[in-house]
């Protein structure tokens, strides 16, 4: 089973370049979120969505977009990249929040803006 | 007050240790919550689920205590590989999303 699957797993950005990363899921989860994590910090919220067309904004929304055209996919944009943004990021996705609702991660994106 | 609030450590234990965590929530209305384990540079995984009445698997063990709006996770016997960060999660009914706590971290040495 993929689970979920992140790409790329590394990449360096210049200042004010755009990239989107990739975020798909085979598992038919609703839910799907977007983390980032510093060096020795913890996870930060960045948006998640509880289900096709639907988004919603975490607590470092800032300087990111998100789109859920459909269940699997839950790509996160950067627009205009900035060294504040060299993090790990981290893609999760649940069935729900009740039930049976453990996140599953994919395995990270490490970027580097320069 | 944090939705999710845990000791960032580290918690530095000899091999064979006994070493015990806690975790404190913030909305009486939660009603799942979990132990992740996130190794260095790697993503958080799914350690076990605490249910309401306490659960044990193999050497780790999970407590729920709804009055105090805690969780906690004893290891028993620790090993090296034990070597973590140990996250809790707590569903948020109010905003319909998980919440991760920053993560204790263990240190199990020789």
């Known amino acids: 089973n993929a689970g979920v699957t992140q790409t790329p797993k590394f990449r360096i950005l210049k200042i004010g370049q755009s990239m989107t990363l990739q975020c798909t899921q085979d598992?038919?989860?609703?839910?799907m979120y977007w983390y980032r994590q510093d060096p020795g910090m913890g996870l930060k919220l960045i948006y998640y969505s509880v289900g096709a067309g639907i988004t919603d904004k975490g607590e470092v929304p800032n300087g990111y977009n998100v789109s859920r055209s459909t269940t699997e996919d839950f790509p996160l944009r950067l627009e205009l990249a900035a060294p504040s943004q060299t993090s790990v990021y981290f893609c999760?996705?649940?069935?729900?929040?009740?039930?049976?609702?453990?996140?599953?991660f994919g395995q990270g994106t490490r970027l580097t803006v320069v | 007050r944090k939705e999710v609030e845990q000791d960032p450590g580290p918690f530095n234990v000899p091999e064979g240790a006994t070493v015990a965590f806690n975790c404190t929530y913030s909305?009486?209305?939660?009603?799942?919550f979990f132990w992740y384990r996130q190794d260095c540079r790697k993503e958080p995984k799914l350690l076990m689920s605490v249910y309401s009445s306490g659960n044990e698997d193999g050497r780790f063990t999970a407590q729920l205590n709804r009055a105090s709006q805690y969780i906690s996770l004893l290891i028993r016997d620790s090993k090296l590989s034990d070597s973590a960060t140990y996250l809790c999660?707590?569903?948020?009914?109010?905003?319909?999303?998980?919440?991760f706590g920053t993560g204790t971290r263990l240190q199990v040495f020789p």
């Open positions: 598992m038919n989860h609703n839910y």
């Open positions: 909305n009486s209305a939660s009603q799942s």
């Open positions: 999760a996705s649940s069935e729900s929040t009740g039930g049976r609702p453990e996140a599953f």
């Open positions: 999660v707590v569903n948020s009914p109010s905003t319909d999303k998980l919440i």
